[in-house]
């Protein structure tokens, strides 16, 4: 089983801010988060990682909880391409993915 | 960088019969890569790992002689369904680590696979 676990859906509107949330209680001290989002009939999508420090890139931020049992996708301005499923998983010993949050973004 | 390709990208075959899908990293090496079947709605399950010169370890459930895998060198792994059957028509995913320590997974556009 996955070892994470998100809320199935979530809904937001275009412009504003998107907060993701992932519970992953039982992560170990060595394994990264890593964030992904798949698109309708396509791969998956590299989004964003990290370990214990926040991250940023040009797509997203990444928070994660000073004990690492969680963690919290950041979209700072949603747009129409967003709305996907996005998966949070720890890929240190667990390839297998959870659910995800189908994001919807509303115009 | 770090882009990774799937051929065919669709297939649609008689049942009965074995379709070969493969999986190449084209601008890095994958000791490592990893295939997935994804059903309509829902989310991607882990099939297999599979280790170049080495044998494939599958997850539970899978039967690995009906899912041939061949990760014959670093760039390529291969999926062979043989004697598909309608219940195997699935998009099928593979992801590759590009090895740099981190866990990395970067994955592949998906190949439909329609089995008549």
Known sequence: DAKTTQPNSMES???????????????????????YRQLPSQGPEYVIHGLTSNVNNRMASLAIAEDRKS???????????????????LPNND???????????KP | GAVVSQHPSWVICKSGTSVKIECRSLDFQATTMFWYRQF??????LMATSNEGSKATYEQGVEKDKFLINHASLTLSTLTVTSAHPEDSS??????????????????????LTVL
């Open chain 1, 71 to 89: 963690s919290t996708l950041i979209l700072h301005r949603a747009t129409l391409r967003d709305a996907a499923v996005y998966y949070c998983i």
């Open chain 2, 91 to 112: 998009f099928y995913i593979c992801s590759a680590d590009p090895d740099r320590g981190r866990n990395e997974q970067f994955f592949g556009p998906g190949t439909r």
């Open chain 1, 13 to 35: 509107n275009e412009e504003e801010p998107v907060h993701l949330p992932c519970n992953h209680s039982t992560i170990s001290g060595t394994d990264y988060i890593h964030w």
């Open chain 2, 40 to 45: 309509p709605k829902q989310s991607l399950m």
């Open chain 1, 95 to 105: 390839m297998r993915f959870g659910a995800g949050t189908r994001l919807t973004v």
